[in-house]
């Protein structure tokens, strides 16, 4: 069984949603937790984590509702205001569900590529460790190596790099990235989602073979102890429908032994989350 580590809710709206042009109109409609479990029956998804799209509390608030009403929903990395004065309550307020279990900037929307390193952010994140909540790393390749300086900072602290960092897939470059990929893995409390490959990718022509080289290097940086699955749903609806998507990584790990499609399948992400599965 797979637990899927990495999809979206919302309900559709202009002002929030901006991102999502006229290109991505399959997008601009509601998805919510019914919308999913029709994905989900008959497929071998055995529970989820609910991901953050909007940079507000009220988010946060929603997610963790939408959560406590779906079973197969068995945690939510939400958004606090990292570098706010008022992040001890907001963090008090949140941690009193235990459904909430990680948050996350969308760090790559930020004009400034320094944005993690700046004192008001690194002072936020150092916070999460006190309350057990992980962190969600969604950035660039350009952003890597300022992810490197960032966790060496917070042993202790759990990160998970979302999307593998988006690299060029669509043109097939790995260098420097599969060198920067080596050197954040290098660093023991960092994890890693494979998602998002799809939307990096010809959105169109893709094939199987155009992440095996992105998968190689994930794999052997971070190991089968430290990757997880995610279908990154409903944005992957760019590329291609839910188990077509998550046919992928299945594929491409199909080869383990048993030990180790249950750890990268399901266990890391159960472990990383301390998630109950129940």
Known sequence: MIIDA??????????????????????RQDYLPVDLEKQLTGSNVAGTVVVQARQKL?????????AGETPFIKGVVGWVDLRSEQLTDQLDEF????????????IHDEQDDDFILRTAFVKGVEKLEEYNLTYDLLIYPKHILRAVELVSMFPGQKFVLDHI????IRVGILDPWQEDIAALAAQPNVWCKISGMVT???????????????????????G????????DWPVCRLAGEYQEIMDIPVRYFGDLDPVGKEKVFRKNCIDFYELTTK
């Open 6 to 27: 990495h999809h979206h809710l919302w309900e559709f709206n202009t002002d929030d949603y901006g991102w999502m042009d006229d290109s991505m109109s399959i997008l």
């Open 58 to 66: 009220e988010e946060t608030r929603w997610l963790l509702e939408m």
């Open 95 to 106: 941690t009193r569900d235990p459904k909430l279990l990680g948050v996350r900037h969308v």
């Open 165 to 168: 960092s988006k690299p060029f």
């Open 200 to 222: 990096e990718a010809d959105m169109v022509n893709w094939n199987y073979e155009d992440f095996v080289p992105y998968l190689d290097v994930v794999t052997e940086a971070f």
């Open 224 to 231: 089968t102890d430290r990757i997880m699955l995610g279908s």
